[in-house]
């Protein structure tokens, strides 16, 4: 199969040649890929279609730029958080290495959530996407993914807010979202049926305590019908409902699989029961000593990547 991968791809570049193709020839990218599969015996198949209809246009396994194609041997080393620790890096993060400047962090974190959605769904821009944003950092996160989101090219973005926040961070965060054309809106019951053919789940993240409560269950509803109906669901660092060591819960009203997870600063340990397709980590953002003093065994982020991908 390699031999006859490696035959494919010669009588491809010479017949570039031939024809005079500069452009395919001398694409950096391409000619990488093809240096690197003579050398390295990695050829892989050149045009993966995803399950979303879209095609990975690249092949190149073994690129360090490319995240899509490349999961690095060291995402089988990171370390899976425990609530606890989870906990206590955030405050290290805000503490001693001084990301409190109100919402710096969540800016980070949204950026990389927004990120990996504009690889994975690409081929969604010109559909519906529903932000389910929740009343702490993880609904922060989901105003700055909002936000980007639009940025990337999302020409229908709609930000749905579970409580109407009081700090001025937050809220700016909100204004920014609706002066980048997201619509936003704080009522759940009509998005009961909704039109989105996206979901991103920014509800609750690692300090989530079980059961959910009465008044959030509109918004879990929102997210256990369109896993059901297949309307691919990201997770924000932790699954919505999920206990955050143990995973998913036994209790059908609130438990779903998001299609795609996407931790933040290092798995928590719920990650292991992950069944998605797509599982990312994001925000490039932690100190080399504090991920030391945790043992995090981050894997190398790709070129200047904000997200890696871990499965
Ligand atoms: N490195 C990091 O640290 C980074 C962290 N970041 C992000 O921060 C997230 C953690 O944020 P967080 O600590 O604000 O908690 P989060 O889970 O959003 O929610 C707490 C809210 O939920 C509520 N609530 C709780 N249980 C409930 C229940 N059963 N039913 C109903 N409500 C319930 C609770 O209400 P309360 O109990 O206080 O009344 C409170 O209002 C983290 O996952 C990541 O996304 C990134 O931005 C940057 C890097
Ligand atoms: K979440």
Redesign the pocket.
């Known amino acids: 199969m390699a031999v006859t991968g490696k035959i494919v791809i010669l009588i491809v570049f010479v017949v570039g040649i031939i024809f005079q193709s500069p452009q395919m020839i001398l694409r950096p990218g391409l000619l990488r890929a093809l240096i690197n599969n003579f050398t390295e015996g990695a050829f892989n198949i050149p045009l993966r279609i995803s399950k979303h209809g879209h095609s990975h246009k690249s092949f190149l396994r073994g690129d360090p730029t490319s995240v899509m194609d490349n999961i690095p041997p060291e995402a089988s080393k990171v370390k899976y958080l425990n609530q606890d620790e989870?906990?206590q890096?955030?405050v290290d993060?805000l503490k001693d290495y001084k990301f409190g400047v109100d919402t710096q962090?969540?800016e980070?974190?949204?950026l990389s959530v927004a990120t990996a959605v504009a690889k994975v769904y690409e081929s969604k821009k010109a559909e519906h996407v529903l932000v389910v944003a929740?009343?702490?950092?993880?609904?922060?996160?989901g105003f700055v993914v909002a936000r980007h989101l639009k940025m990337f090219g999302f020409e229908n973005v709609t930000l749905l807010v579970a409580r109407k926040p009081t700090k001025e961070g937050f809220l700016n965060l909100i204004y920014q979202a609706e002066h980048n054309q997201v619509m936003v809106s704080y009522d759940a019951s009509s998005y009961r049926d909704h039109s989105a053919t996206l979901i991103v789940d920014?509800l609750?993240?690692?300090?989530?305590?079980?059961?959910?409560?009465p008044d959030?269950q509109p918004l879990m509803d929102i997210l256990v019908s369109s896993s059901a109906k297949l309307v691919p669901v990201v997770a924000?660092?932790?699954p919505s409902g999920w206990d955050v060591e143990n995973g998913p819960p036994t209790d059908d009203s609130i438990r779903y699989m998001p299609d795609m997870l996407v931790s933040?600063?290092a798995p928590k340990l719920c990650a292991n029961h992950f069944q998605g397709s797509y599982h990312f980590l994001g925000?490039r953002f932690v100190p080399k000593t504090l991920a030391d003093k945790y043992a995090l065994n981050l894997p190398p982020y790709p070129g200047t990547e904000c997200v890696v991908r871990l499965k």
């Open positions: 989870a906990i890096v955030d993060l962090l969540m980070l974190a949204g929740g009343p702490g950092n993880n609904g922060g996160d920014a609750f993240g690692f300090s989530f305590k079980p059961p959910v409560r959030y924000v660092d932790i933040l600063t925000g």
